[in-house]
């Protein structure tokens, strides 16, 4: 029933209450914006980062510059496969990175290939190092992939916590340095979408589409099992008054279905190279030679983690601008922030499940281990706490109430640090 002509367009009028869904895309609408920010900015850089061609690429400096380091890797797989060994018996590099990314970008590339074939009359040769249809599959895939990530992660946070808290929770994600592998020939776009999807799946009761969701993240990258492991974990918690019996089974029937990918491509491996261990064989090269000095007591301390996080904290006190330009001096510091997080989460009450608190720190388990001497494996570590989704909304639901300049600021550094980020993997830097 409408307002009387007397009281219409008058301060006096009723006035309708929004409807719960527009009221919701607010939060979900800054969340893009943001997003699509983050990433122009990341494309601005890029573009306007002196490059020194010094020796760092070797001979091969693509002109896109989110191509770098393991980009290379994945275009090796999506352009030819995984090679087979040499006559030595060596097995490629390419074989320890995962398939799912480069699987998902092939289409793409051959719709671009098409397009280029129809324009020009030849689509370039399919070459990883020099096919730019190749490079740019890649990188749509991953801005687009890391788009409906946040997407995803926003609408669990909400259903979760509140709209405001999604908010800050999607802000936080799209700003920590590690995103800018968003932009990258990276797999983090697709691997955090499908953790965002089987968080999603979870919370919405369809576990055994959550586990295949966790499937496709153990085939993105190996890391995933470690999500894998914490929904196996809360499977057998959440199964309420059932017998044990049953959520033993329960939980070990979708713990399987949740590894399934990794367990496939072990498979395929195991076929192509005729031996089980072609994941691990194609790593041997990395490994530390030999111990440092003092190898067990800087293990058994964390030394190699504590002590670059310690040298930063000394180089914001100095407000020493070299040493902080350089990303790689943030990740160790970022590492024990969000690992600080997650552990603080763990004691204390929120909406979150707390068991979703440990893949931040299993994750940092996972690089810790295969060189807790001198923390090689830790130099990722940042595009790793990607993963740690949970502990960005644990994060999102402390002490923030009221403090929007403080929320603003914590944001603008994040932004600021994933430029540096940026700045530093152009010019083949590795940042992370």
Not at 93 to 106: E, H, N, Q, R, Y
Request: proline residues 7%; hydrophobic residues 55%.
């Amino acid at each position: 029933m409408s307002a009387p002509p007397e009281l219409a367009g008058s301060a006096h009028a009723p006035q309708r209450a929004p409807h719960p869904a527009a009221a919701r895309r607010g939060p979900l609408a800054a969340t893009v914006a943001f997003y699509l920010l983050t990433r122009a900015l990341a494309v601005v850089v890029a573009f306007a980062t002196p490059q020194h061609r010094d020796g760092r690429g070797g001979d091969w400096w693509p002109a896109n510059p989110f191509i770098r380091w393991d980009s290379g890797h994945y275009l090796q797989i999506m352009c030819r496969g995984y090679q087979p060994a040499d006559a030595s018996g060596r097995i490629g590099d390419a074989t320890a990175f995962f398939p799912l990314a480069p699987l998902v970008s092939w289409p793409v590339w051959q719709a671009i290939r098409g397009v280029v074939a129809l324009a020009s009359g030849a689509a370039p040769p399919v070459d990883p190092v020099s096919d730019w249809t190749a490079h740019l599959a890649l990188v749509l895939v991953s801005h687009v992939a890391g788009l409906l990530a946040v997407i995803v992660f926003h609408d669990w946070c909400r259903r979760l916590t509140d709209d405001t808290t999604a908010l800050r929770a999607s802000l936080l994600v799209c700003a920590f340095p590690g995103a800018m592998y968003f932009s990258t020939g990276y797999s983090e776009g697709v691997f955090v979408l499908c953790i965002a999807l089987s968080l999603w799946l979870a919370a919405r009761s369809r576990f055994v589409l959550s586990a295949i969701a966790c499937a496709a993240c153990t085939a993105t990258r190996p890391t995933g099992v470690v999500l894998a492991v914490v929904l196996f974990l809360m499977n057998l918690l959440q199964a309420g008054s059932r017998p044990l019996h049953f959520r033993l089974l329960r939980a070990a029937f979708l713990g399987l279905l949740s590894v399934g990918g990794i367990m496939v491509h072990f498979g395929y491996l195991w076929q192509h190279y005729g031996r089980p261990d072609g994941y691990f064989a194609a790593q041997v090269s990395w490994e530390a030679k030999r111990l440092p000095p003092n190898a067990w007591r800087k293990a058994v301390f964390l030394q190699p983690v504590f002590k670059p996080a310690l040298k930063t904290i000394e180089w914001i006190v100095r407000a020493d601008v070299d040493k902080l330009a350089d990303g790689r001096n943030w990740n160790h510091l970022l590492n024990l922030l969000l690992l600080g997080a997650a552990m603080a989460g763990l004691a204390r009450p929120h909406p979150l499940p707390r068991p979703l608190l440990l893949v931040t720190i299993l994750v940092f388990v996972m690089a810790w281990l295969p060189d807790p001497f001198a923390g090689g494996r830790m130099l990722g570590i940042t595009r790793y706490h990607l993963m740690g989704l949970p502990t960005f909304l644990w994060l999102a639901t402390r002490h923030w109430a009221g403090r929007r300049a403080a929320i603003t600021a914590v944001i603008t550094t994040l932004t600021l640090l994933q430029m540096i980020y940026v700045a530093g993997y152009v010019d083949w830097i590795m940042v992370s």
